[in-house]
């Protein structure tokens, strides 16, 4: 009799519940602690197509504005901003001005972005006088434009860290110095955290990966700024991830600070279609010398296909 019992559907608690089995968590995503931020939105799935001229390129102009994409036609974001934009855009920009650029790109890409789109920002925090930490406030930004948001990646470098001795106050309380060796990956949805099930398109991700991209904590090492030819490239390992977790097969990709090409290497590599921008000319350069070069050492006629029609 006891092996024919059905089993009961865990609830939140007041101590938490270690079963997961049908679990009802309304309780908690009812309570006061939600109250202010977006909430999923039952909306109607559209999805637009990017015009064929506007796919596999990179735009050499900013991202603030991007007329080549239709409303809800991105099926994920990612993208690593620059650090150093003030130098780019002729200004030494203030936190807020910075802040304030960034806001306006995620608008864009909140606009581009099919419902149920998830946005990637893979950030580093930075100074120690004091510290900022452009996560939170990027969070901040993107709950007020409408995100919701999924979670965020812990990105361990330890393997690739700098060999730094900056430790501040050596061996003394006085004032220690943290020394970085992780960056944080942010995840957001655009309206509803579940994506229309395309049971026309085919999901290009392994059960081994599964398990590991779905682990908060990402460990592999970072790239040679020197050996890409870009001042703070992200290894194509960081979209690869991305893309292969959140997207079907020949989807589209949007990277609005392209820089050296990664994403769009990765987007080539996982069979997806990409669209960058970046305002300095010789990074747009430098990404389709990258793309073009991983064509040739892939030496697949379906990838040359891909990316030839569309120029």
């Not at 789109?117 to 007020?144: Q, S, T, V, W």
């Not at 490239?233 to 589209?252: A, G, K, N, S």
Request: aromatic share 12%.
């Amino acid at each position: 009799m006891g092996n024919n019992r059905r089993k009961r559907g865990t609830k939140t608690s007041s101590f938490g519940s270690p079963g997961r089995i049908n679990h009802d968590s309304t309780v908690f995503y009812t309570s006061k602690l939600y109250e202010g931020l977006p909430k999923e939105q039952k909306v109607k799935y559209v999805e637009n197509s990017v015009p064929a001229q506007f796919l596999n390129k990179v735009f050499c102009k900013s991202s603030e504005k991007m007329e080549e994409l239709p409303d809800d036609s991105v099926h994920l974001m990612v993208t690593s901003p620059p650090y150093n934009v003030g130098k780019e855009y002729d200004a030494d920009f203030t936190l807020k001005e910075y802040l304030s650029f960034l806001k306006a790109v995620w608008k864009e890409v909140y606009r581009v972005l099919v419902p149920g789109g998830r946005a990637c920002i893979n950030i580093a925090n930075l100074g120690r006088k004091p510290y900022i930490p452009l996560h939170a406030f990027i969070a901040k930004d993107m709950f007020e434009l409408g995100f919701l948001m999924r979670g965020e990646i812990i990105w361990n470098k330890a393997s690739s860290a700098s060999p730094s001795t900056a430790w501040g106050s050596w061996l003394s309380p006085a004032n220690p110095t943290l020394r970085d060796i992780h960056e944080y990956i942010l995840i957001f949805s655009k309206g509803t955290f579940s994506r229309k099930n395309m049971d026309e398109r085919r999901s290009t991700i392994s059960r081994e990966e599964f398990l590991e991209f779905t682990k908060s904590v990402w460990s592999f090492p970072a790239v040679s700024a020197k050996e890409v030819g870009h001042p703070a490239p992200f290894p194509v390992e960081l979209p690869y991830r991305l893309i292969q977790l959140y997207t079907y097969e020949e989807e589209v990709i949007l990277d609005p600070f392209m820089g050296s090409g990664q994403t769009g290497i990765a987007a080539i590599k996982t069979g997806r279609h990409y669209v960058g921008y970046d305002i300095e000319e010789e990074y747009v350069k430098l990404a389709e010398r990258r793309i073009r070069g991983f064509l040739i050492e892939y030496k697949s006629p379906n990838l040359f296909e891909f990316t030839e029609g569309n120029k």
